[in-house]
């Protein structure tokens, strides 16, 4: 089960900012959040993670809602090689699935110049 | 280092026709996996290894063997291929050391049975 839900696709222009929701009421204390990017044609790419309290790395922002039901990746300004399909992800890290990743089918995000 | 690279990167099977599908990496990452992913979908987990002789099913294991005889390589069997199977298979390997376990994939591979 990808126990996320994302909407299907998202637009933005370039350079403008980029917030890509995603749910996931049935988290657990243990489970992080991660996101991954998938370009086209290309195997996907780690972006961001966390657990709690909101993160930022040189390619994005995330924010996490204080209940943890719920989360936002945030694209400071959208370039054209931002165009993927966005994942949301809980990672299981519980005995034997340590850092498992179960995909859904995340967000085609389009950016126009 | 090269990351996680997989061989090759497209193979046309007849039904019925085994291959194996490689896949290698240099990070020294304990934790290897391989994914297939169908049109629109997203990844699903086939089987995973958290260690040099040690592996264990995913969500869709049927069809599919795996070996992990070094901590570099991944090897993953079809034994008898089916259209089915038709579809793009991703190798990732990752390190349980700190909390990260960001996973790195490889660039896959696209199978077509037909």
């Known amino acids: 089960d990808a126990k996320t839900t994302q909407p299907n696709s998202m637009e933005s222009n370039e350079e403008e900012p980029v917030h890509l929701p995603c749910n996931h009421s049935?988290?657990?204390?243990?489970?992080?959040i991660h996101w991954y990017r998938q370009l086209p044609s290309q195997g996907p790419e780690y972006v961001i993670h966390g657990l709690t309290s909101n993160v930022n790395n040189r390619m994005a922002s995330l924010a996490i809602a204080e209940d943890r039901k719920s989360s936002t990746l945030i694209l400071h300004r959208a370039t054209l090689r931002d165009a993927a399909v966005y994942y949301c992800?809980?990672?299981?890290?519980?005995?034997?699935?340590?850092?498992?990743?179960?995909f859904g089918r995340g967000t085609q995000l389009t950016v126009w110049p | 280092n090269a990351g996680v690279t997989q061989t090759p990167k497209f193979q046309v099977l007849k039904t019925g026709q085994s291959m194996t599908l490689q896949c290698a990496q240099d990070?020294?990452?304990?934790?290897m996996s391989w994914y297939r992913q169908d049109p629109g979908m997203g990844l699903r987990l086939i089987h995973y290894s958290v260690g040099a002789g040690i592996t264990d099913q995913g969500e869709v294991p049927n069809g599919y063997n795996v070996s992990r005889s070094t901590t570099e390589d991944f090897p993953l069997r079809l034994l008898s291929a089916a259209p089915s199977q038709t579809s793009v298979y991703f190798c990732a390997s990752y390190s349980p050391a700190g909390n990260s376990y960001e996973q790195y994939f490889g660039p896959g591979t696209r199978l077509t049975v037909t």
């Open positions: 990070m020294n990452h304990e934790y």
């Open positions: 992800i809980l990672r299981d890290d519980r005995g034997s699935t340590l850092g498992r990743l179960y």
């Open positions: 049935t988290i657990s204390g243990t489970d992080y």
